[in-house]
């Protein structure tokens, strides 16, 4: 079994800057691709950001430039930094991670942006 536990989401003006972080624990053999969602009002749940095991990093048109996904193995722990927040920004942020044919969620934290 792997959990994933998000944390770092809240309430923060446009332009401001959040960093989530997600701690993955539990049978962490075969976890690869680590990925951030963000699921808005309507139910869309729509891919952020992935990072490979080898760091490779992408990121969906709507947040480049802005956001930054990082990994730090030593603390089985990826993180989301985002700058220069928007209202579309807001929603629900939810960590996934690939194991070995598997997808692994995270329970989601919540971030909110107000113009």
């Known amino acids: 079994q792997v959990q994933l536990v998000e944390s770092g989401g809240g309430l923060v003006q446009a332009g401001g800057s959040l960093r989530l972080s997600c701690r993955a624990s539990?049978?962490?053999?075969?976890?690869?691709?680590m990925r951030w969602y963000r699921q808005d009002s309507r139910k869309q749940r729509d891919l952020i950001a992935t990072?490979?095991?080898?760091?490779?990093?992408n990121y969906g048109d709507s947040v480049k430039g802005r956001f930054t996904i990082s990994r730090d193995n030593t603390k089985n722990t990826v993180y989301l930094q985002m700058d220069d927040l928007k209202p579309e920004d807001t929603g629900t942020y939810y960590c996934?991670?690939?194991?070995?044919?598997?997808?692994?969620w995270g329970q989601g934290t919540q971030v909110t942006v107000s113009s």
């Open positions: 996934n991670a690939l194991k070995i044919g598997l997808s692994l």
């Open positions: 539990g049978d962490l053999f075969g976890v690869s691709t």
């Open positions: 990072i490979t095991p080898a760091d490779v990093k």
